[in-house]
């Protein structure tokens, strides 16, 4: 059993996000809890690089992605979700989810 953790500046961009989009996400995050990333695949998630993966929201309202992080113990880390406007998840949308994940790990004694 995986464990899904939002980051709180993630959670604050989440509540942001249309209706349809946040139960999008929910729902995706339910499948990974169950079942992890590697199982629960496209369309629903991918693989981005270093351990990072994205959740992939799609609704009425647009289209959104969540960036994540595979962590030990089974536990999945949101770092950042953001709106998708372009074809490619943006190099700015991956270096903020980076730059997070290494202020969580330089405060960890």
Known sequence: MWTVQVNP???AELVLMPADIRARFVHIAEMLE????????MP????????LWE???TGRDGIARAISITQTD??????????K??????????????NRLERINNEKP
């Open 85 to 98: 406007k372009t074809q490619k998840t943006p190099r700015g949308a991956i270096q903020t989810a980076t």
């Open 55 to 57: 959740m992939r929201l």
């Open 44 to 51: 629903h998630v991918r693989f981005l690089q270093d351990k």
């Open 74 to 83: 089974k536990q999945i880390l949101v770092l950042h979700v953001f709106i």
């Open 9 to 11: 500046l993630a959670e």
């Open 34 to 41: 169950q079942f992890g990333p590697q199982q629960v695949g």
